[in-house]
């Protein structure tokens, strides 16, 4: 068998589960995903040798997606407390290469290969060939653009939840003022992740004077409830994400699509359309024509960093 043709690992790991996989070429190899428990296994290396040894095999390369920030062969899971070094990782698994990707970098590998049935339309534009965008939102917050190179794709690392949120209006600027005094800093992150949502309430409480918190999960509740303060809050929502990826849209340029990825854009999904995301994310003024260019869907596939791992092992 062609050494390209072998199988190889890949891996995503969180800041709660470690999903690992066997992969030949692009495709996931059947049964053979499974979803380790973090706080029972005392580093990744527990994890990957626990699942060799079950799977009776030892792949040449691996390719591993980490939720975390990652330099070359070094990588840290900041909600995690692993360390993570692929050299140190391959000599403990006894396979000979192991590459460290951003999951967020894994998901733009993952874009060219998912199958229409894994994705949600939320708008058509006009779509053509050229760039990618993939955001994610989940725990935090981040953006990529994804290029095409060759066999394979580009996908830079990036940390675009650290941005300034961008304001318009009287609330957004007493929202900045509130998040300020709380956190140092407006940004992307602290409003559009899981717990941004819940600082997003306990500001619009505050303004509506209930004092009442929510966490994200609540607040999904209670506007599928109606209650009039969680949905003006998941309002507010809906059009500061819209503005954020118009912004990041007119950076990038992704004719290609824009693709939201993560438990957060999912949970939304219902309420995009619902809550003006459309108007929202074309209302750029004079630039307003081309971002009605963009393509936007949401990814729906949960083991799409798993494909984009066994995506850039194929094409490096």
Known sequence: MAERDSPVLVADVGGTNTRVALARGRTLVAASTERFRNAEYSGLDAVLQAFLERHRTLPERA???????????????????????????????????????????????????????????????????????????GTGVNAAPVYAAGAGHIVPPAEAGHIHLPLRGDMDYRLADWLIARRGFASVEDVLSGAGLARLYAFHAQEAKTGRTFDAAQIMAAMEGGDALAQATGRHYVRLLAHVTADLALITLPFGGVYFIGGVARAFAPWLERFGFESAFTDMGRFSDLVTRFPVAIVEDDYAALSGCAAYLQAH
């Open 63 to 137: 390719a591993i997606a980490l939720a975390g920030p990652v330099r070359g062969t070094q990588a840290e899971m900041t909600n995690l407390g692993w360390q993570v070094d692929a050299s140190a990782l391959a000599q403990a698994t006894g396979m000979a290469e192991i590459a460290l990707l951003n999951d967020l970098q894994a998901q733009g590998h993952a874009l060219a290969h998912l199958p229409e049935t894994h994705l949600r339309r939320l708008r058509t534009g006009t779509p053509e060939a050229g760039p990618k965008l993939v955001i994610g939102l």
